[in-house]
């Protein structure tokens, strides 16, 4: 199966870099020298990294063969692939957007919330999006705090949202 891990955005100067919305935990590794990518749309493609480096918070990245600023503006909005089974020594408590869709999401006591849609990729955090029961989508922060369990194989999340993230829970009570 094939993960995005950036999606190319606008060129940075005259000399062929451009920016890069990163979707990887792992930009060192994915953007090395060297590095061969697969594009979508294929034809743009493969790309392989001439050189890589951080300006101010964004990753610049330059490809062989791309020179100029028309050139890789051609490249906007390509997204950047490898293979799920490229991704070695995944860790532990690292997820990809396909394992979470479908999988239920539930308190600790086993009361339903709805289901996982998908999971968003940010800068600060990871956003899981699910919906309620009742329809609504949720986005919780994709931390420990608040989703302490992630149980593929089990097919389910264990959340632990604040109030009033989710429509009244059972035993939640008006204090006051």
Known sequence: MEYVVARIGRPHGVRGE??????TD??????????????????????TVESARWHT????VAFEGVEGRDAVEALRDTLLLVDVDEVAGAEDDAWYPH????????????TALGTVADLLTGTAQDLLVVTGTDGREVLVPF?????????????RVVLDPPGGLFAELPGEEDEG
Request: no cysteine; glycine share 16%.
């Open 99 to 110: 394992q979470l869709r479908g999988l239920a999401a539930v308190t600790a006591g086993g």
């Open 26 to 47: 792992a930009p060192g590794e994915r953007f090395a020298p060297g590095a061969v990518l697969r594009t979508d749309p294929a034809p743009r493609g493969p790309l």
């Open 143 to 155: 931390v420990e705090r608040l989703v302490p369990v992630v149980d593929v194989p089990g097919g």
């Open 57 to 60: 918070g964004t990753l610049l």
């Open 18 to 23: 451009v920016t890069l919305e990163l979707r």
